[in-house]
């Protein structure tokens, strides 16, 4: 699987909204109640291209997946309920989406795996995340991938389990 993962440019947003559009309705037909109340929307994608969080996985010049990525950047996980594993230096990972034409293809896999990398390449060891309670898929995702459930924390009043992987150096 050829793929590149860069970071996202103010040019992307509107294949970023689409592909995102997408995961809201998905998830409203999986009958989710995550992403269902205006979040996230194009002003957030905005914001994370701005400021320099959003990414993109590019295949054959196309985008098909995208996730925000920061580093230390997340208040709410300075109140889980639970533990995290580490108290250092730590990426955040939110909004991870692929194209609908694209799923079952271990894109998302591939964008954990990138992050990862990139956590690395600036030489942090820690990758935190979280997801709605009846998010199978990226429930699935941290299974697979290794990471451990720490908690939960809480994102506009709604619980969500809160994950962590502690990356080999």
């Known amino acids: 699987m050829e793929y590149t993962f860069r970071q996202a440019k103010p040019e992307d947003a509107s294949q970023i909204w689409t592909i995102l559009q997408?995961?809201?309705q998905r998830r409203k037909a999986d009958g989710s109640k995550q992403w269902q109340d205006g979040y996230p929307n194009l002003q957030v994608i905005q914001s994370d291209i701005d400021k320099?969080?959003?990414f993109v996985l590019v295949v054959q010049d196309k985008i098909i997946?995208?996730?925000?990525?920061m580093l230390n950047n997340e208040p709410a996980y300075n109140d889980i309920?639970?533990?995290w594993l580490t108290t250092g230096d730590f990426i955040v990972i939110h909004r991870v989406a692929i194209d609908e034409q694209?799923?079952?293809k271990g894109?998302?896999?591939a964008i954990m795996q990138a992050i990862e990398n990139h956590a690395r390449s600036i030489g942090v060891y820690s990758v935190k995340a979280?997801?709605?309670f009846d998010n199978p898929g990226m429930l699935s995702i941290f299974t697979k991938m290794g990471y451990q459930y720490c908690g939960e924390v809480y994102f506009r009043g709604s619980p969500r389990k809160a994950f962590e992987k502690v990356l080999d150096k």
Not at 65 to 69: D, I
Request: glycine share 22%.
């Open 65 to 69: 997946g995208y996730s925000a990525v």
């Open 81 to 83: 309920e639970g533990q």
């Open 130 to 132: 979280d997801t709605n």
């Open 107 to 109: 894109y998302a896999k």
């Open 52 to 54: 320099g969080y959003g």
């Open 22 to 24: 997408q995961a809201i």
């Open 102 to 104: 694209e799923l079952g």
